[in-house]
Nanobody, 123 residues
Framework: QVQLVESGGGLVQAGGSLRLSCAASGRTFSRSGMGWLRQAPGKEREFVAA????????YYADSVKGRFTISRDNAKNTVYLQMNSLKPEDTAVYYC????????????????WGRGTQVTVSS
């Protein structure tokens, strides 16, 4: 398994930017598909972005496409989520997740989760 710790959340005005980081430990990180998912109050957890274990393939939810960028640095055991042009509807707890698959886009395919970091976008 992979242990994950998110950081970088906070309060930002609409139109602003944040960069989330996820530090991973565990020997399988470099072979794990990684993802970011989020959960807003009263809503189900939803997929945001995913990246393959090589970093060569990425996938985004339609709601964030063109605004968010996922990346990873396997040498640093870290995955990132750069969030630009933030909107109030992006407000949620953001979770980093790891999968035994090379690329995962469904919540059920992620088997290691961080505790989450709060992102709040004010209007």
């Amino acid at each position: 398994q992979v242990q994950l710790v998110e950081s970088g959340g906070g309060l930002v005005q609409a139109g602003g930017s944040l960069r989330l980081s996820c530090a991973a430990s565990g020997r399988t990180f470099s072979r794990s598909g990684m993802g970011w998912l989020r959960q807003a109050p009263g809503k189900e957890r939803e997929f945001v972005a995913a990246i393959s274990w090589t970093g060569g393939n990425t996938y985004y939810a339609d709601s964030v496409k063109g605004r968010f960028t996922i990346s990873r640095d396997n040498a640093k055991n870290t995955v990132y989520l750069q969030m630009n042009s933030l909107k109030p509807e992006d407000t949620a707890v953001y979770y980093c997740a790891a999968s035994h698959l090379g690329l995962a886009t469904m919540s059920a395919d992620f088997d290691s989760w961080g505790r989450g970091t709060q992102v709040t976008v004010s209007s």
